[in-house]
């Protein structure tokens, strides 16, 4: 049984959460990357712009989920921002898949039809 | 040097955000664009093209403003930032003018013949020790600003916030010693309870000598870190708007 359950009037905002702490610990760091990870992996069916992936990442980065850290990359001499998960964000992404788990076992029997 | 400007311009123009908060979204968003018009470029996509998707990839709604402005809107943060340019230069003229003056007289009591560091006894090594790494990094964060006109914001916030840490470190060593030395007095004013008032006495004399020092010290990180925390935050924001200039002229140029 999962701690929590994920609510319907917090469904969008949870599951963009989630998507971006997943594509976090797999590896990707900048936003760029997280956004490609997330299209790539969902074969384009979850696609993030760049405007609604900062307010996330921030978001994530205010509640210490996720840390922020400023890098030189060498080739281009720009700065750019990347992220990690904190030991804060690695618990809460367990709950969360946990809880999304729980949602999906009970939103299923829910829609099905002729049974 | 890319051609992002009139967005990134855009986007300054509806981010109401005080500084830093603002230069660092417009860094963070300028970095990105240039990754996305990269990786259109190598998938084969003409400059115009790239660019021109990197711009609709990006697509910062009013909705997402909003919610940026929320998130970096937090009272603490707003209280800080609102200080504004003016203030800010203030504030830091008063912080450096605080630190010189601490320094100067500051100076003799921490010089090793002063009575101050004799009473604090062996207590004032361990102080040091926590301290002394504070100040060196301090030191060459001072350096980087001020002697090598250092214009790289990675590099001056690396370590910046540790000056902040070391300075409350260097307070709590000073209380905790102090505490230790009442444990001990009390331990030998049990042992010999003639000496009481003389344990007692010598533990008042070194127990607030360590107090003071280390008081002394973690001020003096303290204001060295708001200093250099000022100076980085103004870095940083000359670095977005020379980001924005860059590109303005770019814009014009092309």
Redesign the interface.
């Known amino acids: 049984m999962a701690d929590r359950i994920v609510e319907p009037q917090e469904l969008s905002r949870s599951c963009n959460e989630l998507l971006v702490m997943a594509a976090i610990a797999r590896g990707a760091g900048?936003?760029?990357?997280l956004?490609?990870d997330v299209e790539e992996r969902s074969d384009g069916a979850f696609r993030f712009?760049?405007?609604?992936l900062?307010?996330i990442l921030?978001?994530l980065e205010?509640r210490g989920l996720v840390a922020g850290a400023?890098?030189?990359?060498s080739s281009?001499g720009?700065?750019?921002?990347s992220y990690a998960l904190t030991r804060k964000g690695e618990k809460h992404l367990v709950t969360e898949r946990k809880a999304w788990g729980e949602f999906f076992n009970r939103f299923w029997p829910m829609v099905e039809v002729g049974r | 040097m890319n051609g992002f400007g009139p967005v990134l311009r855009s986007l300054s123009d509806r981010l109401d955000l005080p500084q830093p908060a603002r230069s660092?979204?417009l860094?963070?968003?300028?970095?990105?664009?240039?990754?996305?018009e990269?990786?259109f470029l190598e998938r084969g996509d003409s400059p115009e093209v790239a660019r021109a998707r990197a711009i609709e990839?990006?697509?910062?709604?009013d909705d997402?403003i909003r919610?940026?402005i929320r998130?970096?809107g937090?009272p603490l943060r707003r209280g800080l930032d609102r200080l504004g340019e003016r203030g800010r230069r203030r504030w830091e003229k008063i912080a450096i003018a605080a630190l010189l003056i601490f320094l100067l007289l500051g100076t003799r009591a921490l010089l090793p013949s002063h009575r101050l560091v004799v009473d604090a006894g062996r207590g004032i090594w361990v102080v040091l020790a926590v301290a002394i790494p504070g100040l060196l990094l301090a030191i060459s964060k001072a350096y980087l600003l001020w002697g090598r006109d250092e214009h790289?914001?990675?590099?001056l916030?690396r370590g910046l916030d540790t000056i902040l840490a070391l300075g409350g470190l260097t307070a709590a060593t000073g209380f905790t010693l102090w505490w230790l030395g009442l444990r001990e007095a009390a331990r030998d004013s049990a042992v010999s309870p003639e000496l009481a008032i003389a344990h007692l006495l010598d533990w008042l004399t070194r127990g607030s000598a360590t107090v003071v020092l280390s008081l002394q010290l973690a001020i003096l990180l303290g204001i060295s870190w708001l200093v250099l925390a000022g100076r980085t935050a103004r870095v940083e924001r000359g670095?977005a708007e020379l980001l924005l200039l860059e590109q303005a002229e770019t814009t014009k140029g092309g």
């Open positions: 900048h936003g760029y990357q956004a490609l712009n760049h405007g609604t900062y307010p921030h978001r205010e400023w890098s030189d990359d281009g720009r700065r750019r921002k | 660092r979204v860094i963070e968003v300028a970095a990105d664009l240039a990754d996305l990269a990786a990839r990006l697509d910062l709604s997402a919610e940026l998130v970096h937090s790289d914001p990675p590099r916030r670095e």
